[in-house]
């Protein structure tokens, strides 16, 4: 294959990868934005594979049978991966692009011929340059990244770990990077290169380390974004046109994502990266202390609420999704819409662990997309509505966050639920939600507290609706 044909494939390619991230901003859309990304790697990927075919068969082979066993191991990994684990298999992913970032750049170091960099010793600056970026970007997001997954699972405590001086330590680490890159670009010398992987390995850990769990999805869109500049590093140094087009896509989408989360939980992008948030009370103590009463419902009386209402605004949270209570959750709205009940979903923005957690689970259970709402275009009709089911919700709901300064939540926009009529939590226990406070509303005259699993009260209500 020529060259001028492999550019124009990759462009081809990083227009189907624009298609995708456009079709998956709405659920309509979002299969067929997928089909175009699925495409676009193919394209991508082929035009690769021919282009450097005539490198060697053998080699050609060695990187078909990678594929096949990467390949294997994704399918099955997608396949058995629980919704509620998603962020740690994503932050596992961004681990490999940061690893293989690093890899490739020592590839070019190493056989710069085979890149087409020139001699050994008579690389140019700018490519070395690009890749000490490749590198430094890529160890980071690789370090960063398993710290994140080993939180997020709960391999190591997901409270901040306070390093003395950090913030002028990974200031010093940041100064050395600097210098090692500019000695890197200058000698072109092997040990200043591992050097530089070495201080960006440990510039990760310590970046992530204070960040408490509560923060970890918005540093997983962070990495993810780390991930698409060091993609787009290396693609400079290979000269490749569909890394440089998906690195930066990646990475400004991923800078994007954070914002909108960061946006979503009132927290700065500066002091989450800066750490320290989203360990402070741990869930269990926050609601062991409890004393006061609450009102316990059973799911008779839930449906003799929800069957005499007029309007119903549901919304779901975390552990709907845990219980994957999402189709007995429609079945509920499909025999109080046939009574003739108006049924509407409230979505937060960052209800579940990722945004868009919530909208993929109700698309699942088949909810028209037209009964699904955002939280600035419900919020003004929870005071018409008779009844607020929240299922498996908690922190998005809490008044706190408009009331309390004090608490870690205060300044987060919520779903004014408290404005209905009648509230009905359905949840497990008084425990807390991700953020850790208490949730106020549970002690209210008009809260009627559904203690169980939200598939088991969500099937029990469904029967006495019958
Ligand atoms: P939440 O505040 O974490 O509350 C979820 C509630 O679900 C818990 O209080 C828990 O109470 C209940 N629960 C757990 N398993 C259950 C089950 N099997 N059946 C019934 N209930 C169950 O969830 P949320 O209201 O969706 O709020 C999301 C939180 O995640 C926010 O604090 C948000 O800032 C944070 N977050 C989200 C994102 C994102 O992108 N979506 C990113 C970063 C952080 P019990 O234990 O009493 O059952």
């Known amino acids: 294959m020529n060259a001028n044909l492999a550019a124009l494939l990759y462009l ?3 227009v189907l990868f624009i298609l995708a991230l ?40 060695l990187v078909l049978i990678s ?37 490739v750049a020592a590839s070019a170091l190493n056989a710069p011929q085979a890149f087409g960099l020139g ?29 994140a997954y080993l939180k997020l699972d709960d391999k190591m405590t997901g409270r901040p770990i306070l390093i003395a001086n950090r913030h002028a330590i990974n200031i010093g680490l940041g100064i050395l990077l600097l210098i090692f890159a500019i000695a890197f670009s200058a000698t072109e010398a092997h040990f200043v290169f591992w050097l530089i992987v ?36 290396v693609g400079f140094t290979l000269g490749n046109l569909a890394l440089i087009i998906t690195g930066a896509l990646v990475g400004s989408s991923g800078a994007i994502l954070s914002y909108v989360m960061c946006k979503g939980m009132n927290r700065g992008f500066v002091s989450v990266i800066l750490g320290g948030f ?34 119903v605004i549901v919304v779901p949270g975390y ?11 429609r079945e509920i709205a499909d025999v109080l819409k046939k009574k003739g009940v108006e049924v509407k979903y409230a979505i937060h923005p960052v209800a579940g662990r990722m945004p868009g957690h919530m909208n993929v689970l109700l698309a699942e259970a088949n909810v028209p997309y037209d009964e699904v709402f955002e939280l600035k275009e419900i919020n003004p009709e929870f005071s018409e509505a008779d009844v607020a089911l929240v299922i498996g919700a908690n922190d998005v709901t809490n008044p706190a966050a408009k009331t309390d300064p004090s608490s870690p939540i205060y300044g987060m926009p919520i779903l004014d639920v408290e404005e209905a009529k009648t509230v009905l939590f359905v949840k497990r226990g008084l425990g807390s939600g991700y953020a850790g406070v208490e949730n106020e509303l549970f002690f209210r005259d008009n809260t009627l ?16 609706l019958d």
Request: glycine content about 12%; hydrophobic content about 55%.
């Open 278 to 311: 989203g360990g402070e009370v741990a869930p269990k103590e926050a609601g062991a202390a409890e004393t006061r009463q609450v009102k316990q419902g059973s799911a008779e009386e839930a449906a003799k609420l929800l069957g005499k209402a007029k309007k």
């Open 319 to 329: 552990g709907l999704a845990v219980a994957q209570a999402q189709h007995a959750l």
């Open 449 to 464: 507290m559904l203690f169980g699993d939200a598939k088991k009260m969500a099937e029990s209500i469904l029967r006495a």
């Open 67 to 103: 594929i096949g066993i990467g390949a294997a191991i994704g399918i099955w990994r997608a396949r058995t991966i629980q919704m509620t684990a998603m962020p740690q298999l994503v932050a596992l992913f961004h681990a490999l692009v940061g690893l293989a970032a690093v890899f």
């Open 12 to 14: 081809a390619s990083g």
């Open 119 to 147: 001699a050994p010793d008579a690389i140019h600056a700018g490519s070395l340059i690009e890749m000490a970026i490749g590198a430094a970007i890529g160890a980071i997001t690789f370090t960063g990244s398993v710290i």
């Open 198 to 233: 070495l201080v960006a390995l440990a510039l990760g850990v310590l970046l992530i380390i204070p960040i408490g769990g509560a923060d970890m999805p918005v540093v997983i869109s962070m990495l993810n974004s780390y991930s698409g500049w060091a993609a787009a590093a």
């Open 22 to 61: 456009r079709g998956l901003s709405s659920p309509e859309t979002a299969r067929q934005g997928n089909r175009y990304g699925v495409i676009g790697m193919a394209v991508a990927v082929l035009t690769t594979l021919l282009y450097h075919l005539p490198a060697g068969f053998g080699s050609f082979v």
